[in-house]
């Protein structure tokens, strides 16, 4: 193996249970010389393409322009195109950086520069969970009918079959579909991908109090198969766009004790078991949770 | 991370420029409970959909029950299937091997046992190139009209475009079709990749002597998109499949003195430079050859 190694890490996110969520693979540069040799992106994107993940990250030192509390730069690539932000990979490189002997100068707080802006990435006192605060949305309120057409062409539904259609793009051109309930999200099949072009949606139904065995109040599956993911595993902004959304509506299934707060299961149609754990705390803020586990720890040739 | 870990291996094969080839996810199991613990291939085939590679391996100890001369058992998975031979994991999985410390019972020569059987792989004797021995055609000739006709109808092609189809079926199941040139290749787009089901085809056209500069007399580029591989980066099953086609029908771009020689490229339109030596020998056997790079070297959490 080449001398010219960075450390490297494919971390499972969303999942308590290795290899049943989602993976990013996360490079991590040190050394601002390299940092900036591959500033232009181009060969992190390549290597994006490579790894064939919905997503890889690139963590990079904060630059002297950075706000004195961000923690460290995050590039976020699909096998496509670069994002300004998604939420699993802000959650499995945080998690790589930790493991890395990242130490936040903030206690119990890592602050994360991506495109989006800063993110805040909270530590749960056991260590375990880790939570985004969800960004803004960038473009909200329903979609039309003459929007969503290519995504049921794509699913091959009726349009009847859709109860609520909206934008929720915080990075990621996100379109939630609202169908009936978590069983007709389940029978969804995508018969004809390319009907969609570069569209990026996602549906989402209600589960009955009790039914879900996790307590999940909704089933979600993602979909982006113009930038070469098919269906995602599990889709951190997607959620992160869900509690936005939810903030001023509050369906039954996402309020609890008058608060915003709900559990998200996705990724089963592809046999994983993606728990999302989104909640509105004291600030306002909403907050979108899961567990990470650091499935490989190595190093990588220079990408 | 856990301290159930597995040597861990991600190796590019195909190239000579690190990610410009066909990533190949190697696992390698030295404990022979472990092996018998996994056997069962679940937890290989949900971590080979979880690497989302199109291929992912796991290097297992011969048992008592192998032939003396066997270096290693392969098991390669793609994200919907257990294969019983693949061309591009193989060459990357021995290289892991290699890498690992792995001596060869004959010098130079690493025997492999995979569900097709024994598959001999050569070392260079500068130890950069390996090469394997063209597996036998489980399935060979011409493929019908109405064999061929849900892939072009995945790439909109009419069935005169097509100057010959022949099955060359060596483990996965490919059919390919000859176009007329190497551009015609690089032209098709898979426009409807559902039209084809679980069909796998590939495409080849020749280069006129002189004009490729690295010396390739055919562009090739393979699909699977019924196996969750729209299109393969490199293909060494399907060049191997071309050389037991070609041994008979002898076409002139795959011939050079006399001999079955001839260089592939593959991978042109994901910006990879793929590239297969293939060439007869004087025992007759025909081999497959290409360069193989680590790129990840670490540990895995047992899958």
Partial sequence: MS??????YQVDVFSSEPYKGNPVAVTIIEDESIAERLQDGDHMARFARWTNLSETTFILPPTK????EVDYTLRIFTPGMELPFAGHPTLGSCRAWLEHG???????VV??????????IRI??????????????????????????PFLKAMDLPAEDVLEAEWIVNGPEWCA????DAKAVLNVNVSDPSAAGKGMWGILGSYKPGQHPDGATLEVRTFAPGDGILE???TGSFSAGLGEWFRNTKPAEAVKDDRLSFI???GTCLDRSGRLYIKQEDDGKIWVGGRTLVCIKGNVVLP
């Fill in 3 to 8: 001398t010219s190694t960075l450390p490297f």
């Fill in 65 to 68: 322009q950075d706000e004195p």
């Fill in 102 to 108: 990242g130490k936040p100068k903030q206690a119990g």
């Fill in 111 to 120: 602050v994360q520069k991506c495109g989006l802006g800063l993110i805040y």
């Fill in 124 to 149: 749960s006192e056991d260590g375990q969970l880790l939570s985004f605060s969800t960004p803004p949305l960038r473009k909200s309120g329903p979609a039309s009918l003459q929007e969503i057409t």
């Fill in 177 to 180: 579909l609202r169908l009936r």
């Fill in 232 to 234: 995602d595993p599990v």
């Fill in 264 to 266: 998200v299961a996705q």
